[in-house]
């Protein structure tokens, strides 16, 4: 594992970061709720994110994109009431479970959050600068054992986690450090609310006032 500083990364660390990513292997990185391990979402690198985590291989990881512009494109069918709720909520400390583009589910170590939906995130500045650096989309997920405490900053990543990273990006603290609501769209295309299944980094209160209605 190698420590780098996000303040002092130069143009050739940012490259050797990016081609980790594309050979497979994960990467510790500062989100804006928690730190969390990135990789690309194919089967051999998220098979290296759930050993480390010793996550059980049904539970989801979300796909993290660089810019809500190229996340609408990915998904080019959504309906008006998904979209909608999908700009005024990205960016955002939340994550957005989405109807899962067709056949998603069929493909081995595919990042699906739930049986028909895919969870998506977009981060607000300044830590979308940094996804925008790498190759997006990535799987994203928190950089702790499975159930155990959310990093606030590197030094809380469990050393088996930072060993199991190519590179550890350091932001320092993450003075949120609260992990991302949890927010299923999927009712609004049934003309149904949405629904919250976590809460977190994001109040309900604000949810509702940014989509109206949510159960």
């Known amino acids: 594992m190698k420590l780098l500083s996000l303040n002092t990364m130069t143009r050739s660390d940012w490259a050797d970061v990016a081609a ?23 089967p051999a690198a998220l098979a290296r994110l759930f050993a480390i985590k010793g996550r059980e291989p049904d539970k989801p990881v979300a796909l ?10 990915a998904y080019t069918c959504l309906p008006a ?3 909608n709720a999908v700009e005024e909520l990205l960016p955002g400390p939340v994550t957005l479970i989405l109807p899962a583009p067709a056949g998603v589910e069929r493909k081995p170590g595919a990042a699906v959050a739930f049986e028909g939906g895919i969870g998506v995130r977009v981060l ?8 925008k650096r790498l190759p997006p989309p990535l799987a994203l997920t928190s950089a702790n054992a499975s159930g155990g405490p959310d990093p606030c900053k590197v030094d ?19 003075e949120a450090c609260s992990p991302s609501t949890v927010i ?6 049934m003309g149904e609310p949405a629904r919250i ?17 949510i159960i």
């Open 124 to 131: 607000p500045e300044p830590q979308a600068a940094l996804f």
């Open 81 to 83: 009431a998904v979209l």
């Open 184 to 189: 299923d769209l999927r009712p609004l295309t």
């Open 20 to 42: 980790a990513l594309e050979r497979g292997r994960l990467i510790g990185v500062p989100a804006d709720t928690v730190y969390g391990i990135a990789c690309k979402p194919e």
């Open 156 to 174: 809380e990543i469990p050393a088996a986690i930072q060993e199991g990273c190519e590179f550890v990006l350091d932001a320092g603290r993450i």
């Open 197 to 213: 299944l976590r809460e977190g980094a994001m109040p309900r209160k604000e949810v509702a006032t940014l989509i109206g209605k």
């Open 64 to 73: 993290v994109f660089d810019d809500v512009i190229r996340l609408v494109h």
